[in-house]
């Protein structure tokens, strides 16, 4: 990149009629043990308090071994949405048929994705007549290895969706007796699942209370996002406070994985909390298992500068280390969260790191900062207490 001109023309072309960017804190979460390697995690995010939560985490854990995560599947999915009226028995056996040619019909578009060793899994016919009168789908898996691999699919798709109705003649069918409705990825991707944990003595863990109290009432509060809706959404958003921003830092797309975590939250039929506390054996043991469909590769990951440098700042690592890494940093901040509610309650350290946006909105000088931070050091933060101390600083010979 040789300007700046240029690097604002390469901002513009991500999206349409752009004015300006838009900026967001880039910001670094250090002290991240995860499976044995240390981490210092790029994050984008404007809310206060969130990265301090994550390093505070992160460190704690670090000194008790870590975060472990593993890859538990990486396949993702795409549909065709088709309606046929005819005999069930009919377009089974004309899929059947011509499946093998459907797979076929994309090997221009899968060539490169093959060498990487992706590819489509297999293809699928599924019968939804039950459902609506007529209505199938053909449901394909994909590897799209260290790609999210969203036009990928996509192509794919659409190529198979073509090939469908090309075979038709021959086995009777007539073409537009078969209704191509739509061919789209899915996010719902309960089938690309990560974990990542961590674990120690409940004596062990680095807290002021009783470790005992500390432990039952974090495995309750655990307990009530799983039973509790409203609860659920709010444990969730913590989580995903880490998982969109390092989702934002390294240039993947946040609504995708937004809407499949919280999918995934209502697997079952009732939305719940995404973590899992427990003891045993006298070890508490902290989890999450999400669905997490990240690219290191395509997209604006090798355009952006600054996704660049937070792969870089990560030692650029594949799809499956991002999700490990991902997974860990929502963990972490959701442990950070439930351990300041259940204990100290969130306003405490919240307010403290907001303080200064209120010293800004205020217009604050930078000496009047300083005083403010020092004088609030011990006191409680909120809009009138610290107007009101600034009106009365304001007036004295400190300033
Ligand atoms: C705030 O952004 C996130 C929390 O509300 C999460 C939680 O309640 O677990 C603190």
């Not at 930078?366 to 207490?385: C, D, H, M």
């Amino acid at each position: 990149m040789n300007s700046d001109e240029e690097l604002q023309k390469l901002h513009d072309e991500f999206s349409e009629n752009t004015l300006t960017n838009f900026y967001l804190p880039f910001s670094i979460a250090p002290n991240f043990l995860i499976n044995n390697n240390r981490y210092s995690i790029p994050m984008v995010i404007e809310e206060s308090s969130v990265i301090a939560a994550a390093s505070k985490s992160a460190k704690l854990w670090a000194e008790l071994g870590g975060f472990k995560a593993k890859v538990i599947s990486k396949v993702k999915t795409g549909q065709i949405h088709l309606i046929y009226l005819g005999e069930k028995q009919v377009i089974t056996s004309y899929f059947n048929d011509i499946k093998s040619y459907l797979i076929k019909s994309t090997e221009n578009i899968t060539a490169n994705m093959k060498k990487r060793g992706g590819g489509i899994i297999d293809v699928k016919l599924s019968d939804k007549t039950s459902d609506m009168d007529g209505y199938y789908q053909i449901n394909i898996s994909f590897n799209t290895i260290d790609a999210m691999g969203a036009n990928f699919i996509n192509s794919c798709l659409e190529q198979i969706s073509k090939s469908f109705i090309e075979k038709t003649k021959k086995y009777k069918i007539e073409k537009n007796e078969i209704n191509i409705i739509m061919s789209i990825l899915s996010n719902y991707v309960p089938d690309c699942l990560v974990k990542a944990e961590v674990s120690c003595k409940v004596e062990e863990l680095n807290i002021k209370e009783n470790h005992h109290n500390f432990c039952e009432k974090f495995i309750q509060a655990v307990k009530i996002a799983e039973l509790d809706i409203s609860r659920a959404v709010t444990h969730n958003k913590g989580i995903m406070n880490g998982i969109d921003a390092v989702a934002i830092a390294t240039g993947n797309d946040f609504r995708a994985i937004e809407a499949g975590i919280h999918a995934y939250a209502s697997k079952n039929g009732k939305y719940t909390g995404l973590t899992k506390a427990k003891i045993e054996n006298g070890v508490f043991n902290f989890s999450i298992t999400i669905p997490l469909a990240l690219g290191t590769i395509g997209g604006i990951t090798n355009l952006h500068p600054l996704v660049k440098l937070a792969l870089e700042m990560l030692d650029n690592p594949n799809s499956d280390e991002l999700m490990q890494i991902t997974a860990s940093v929502g963990l972490a901040q959701n442990y950070g969260a439930l351990r300041s509610l259940i204990t100290s309650g969130i306003q405490k350290g919240h307010m403290k790191m907001h303080l200064i946006n209120i010293l800004n909105s205020l217009e604050a000088t930078e000496k009047e900062k300083k005083l403010a931070i020092e004088y609030f050091k011990n006191k409680t933060v909120n809009n009138s207490n610290v107007q009101n101390y600034l009106i009365k600083l304001r007036k004295s010979d400190e300033v």
